[in-house]
């Protein structure tokens, strides 16, 4: 972990709130010290923040965080990765080696998502699943299950509802009742209950149960007035993942991202294969649909957080870091301001997933910090101009990882 100290000075700073025109933010031993005017104490690194923008460590919110995931989400300038659905076969040795080292992401997992047998994401059994996961077949086998993931060290339980009908095919789902169980159970141990929706009506279904977040929107149809106030006045949370939706409608890719000098050096063969597909499954779905509905939830009110759903590969159209910088940019479009979105990816995760010690720019954090040549608080394509990365206050060197990946490719 990280234990030298530096100064940071003259940078523009988002606080993961605010934008300061101009300030230093002192780091000791991984943790901020000061932020304003500071002098620089005896034998402190002083780092040149003149013209560059200083944020705090992106939080993506929906990801899926299998090896390489961390090493990678890192390089990117995100710190910190909220699974939403892993096998504890890898993700105790992922926690155990970000709670060890700084050149990897932090994690918190769901383990396991709560679905049927045959039931969504039963398609990645052999891909991203080596085998066939838990599943729930009645109402009584809900209490064991949440129990279960507990004992894997589940952070939140996620539920999956999700008919197939988004993706122009059926197949079978959590019924109302098994969700409200589900909600009933982790919030009976203290637990978020998050929900996997792709539908309008699979939304209606889990804010009727009490969930405590959607962390994908619908995308079968137009949002309308009644679903947005209804997801309004239950007071929760949206993770929208917009860069996978426009995949799974078959509308957009990475492409772009993978293609930018900021990034292609940055990212294996692989996986800049993965970012240039999307997935061709049918159905009606659009993108515009899920867009419009994040517009109407934000100026709704309606906490919206930054997530990408990047996975593995074979799961097309996001990479692990590189599409927070294009899911961002979707927030944009979608009716956010660049400051918005950034809250979007810091604080408002942070505060969501009670992750007290992040998200923020403030004396007493752990100094998770990303530093941008240009301004992302008033154009959010500057966000991918990373000069530095530090979490716990240790300095990431990108040009190592770089190299590493040029190695790799030449022995290929």
């Not at 509802?161 to 019924?175: E, R, V, Y």
């Not at 190592?400 to 040029?406: I, N, P, S, T, W």
Request: glycine share 10%.
């Amino acid at each position: 972990m990280g234990s030298a100290h530096f100064v940071i000075r003259g940078a523009r700073v988002f606080d993961g709130r605010e934008v300061l025109d101009r300030a230093d933010v002192l780091v000791e031993d991984g943790r901020i010290v000061a932020v304003g005017t500071v002098a620089a104490p005896v034998g402190a690194e002083v780092v040149d923040g003149t013209g560059r923008t200083l944020i705090p460590g992106l939080i993506d919110a929906h990801a899926h965080a299998k090896p390489p995931a961390l090493a990678q989400a890192i390089v990117f300038g995100v710190t910190t990765e909220l699974d939403m659905g892993s096998d504890p076969k890898w993700m105790l040795g992922e926690r155990e080696k970000a709670a060890a080292r700084d050149d990897v992401a932090d994690v918190r997992s769901s383990s396991f998502g709560t679905t049927v047998p045959g039931g969504h994401p039963s398609m990645l059994i052999g891909s991203f699943f080596e085998e066939q996961f838990p599943t729930v077949s009645t109402i009584d086998d809900i209490p064991g299950f949440v129990t279960d993931r507990l004992a894997e060290g589940a952070d939140y339980i996620k539920l999956l509802i999700d008919d197939g009908s988004a993706m122009g095919h059926a197949s079978p789902t959590l019924n109302p009742a098994m969700v409200a169980a589900i909600v009933g159970e982790a919030h009976r141990h203290g637990k978020m209950a998050l929900a996997h929706v792709t539908t309008l009506e699979g939304a209606r279904q889990a804010v009727d149960a009490g969930v405590d977040g959607l962390v994908h929107l619908f995308m079968d149809t137009e949002p309308t007035a009644e679903i947005i106030e209804h997801i309004r006045q239950a007071g929760i949370f949206v993770i929208p993942t917009l860069s996978t939706l426009g995949s799974l409608a078959g509308e957009t890719t990475g492409e772009a991202l993978a293609h930018d000098p900021r990034v292609n050096s940055l990212v294996p063969d692989a996986w800049h294969e993965n970012l240039c597909a999307c997935w061709k499954l049918g159905g009606e779905s659009k993108l515009e649909y899920s867009l419009a509905a994040a517009r109407m939830l934000h100026e709704a009110g309606v906490p919206v957080l930054m997530g990408t759903d990047a996975a593995s590969l074979g799961v097309f159209g996001t990479a692990h870091g590189v599409s927070a910088h294009g899911e961002l940019a979707l927030l944009v479009r979608a009716g956010l301001t660049p400051v918005e979105a950034l809250r979007a990816a810091t604080s408002l995760p942070a505060k969501h997933f009670g992750l007290t010690d992040r998200g923020a720019i403030a004396p007493g954090l752990q100094a998770d910090l990303v530093l941008i040549d240009g301004d992302p608080t008033t154009d959010i394509s500057t966000s991918l101009s990373i000069d530095t990365v530090w979490r716990r206050g240790s300095r990431l060197d990108r040009e190592h990882y770089r190299a590493q990946l040029a190695t790799s490719a030449a022995k290929e």
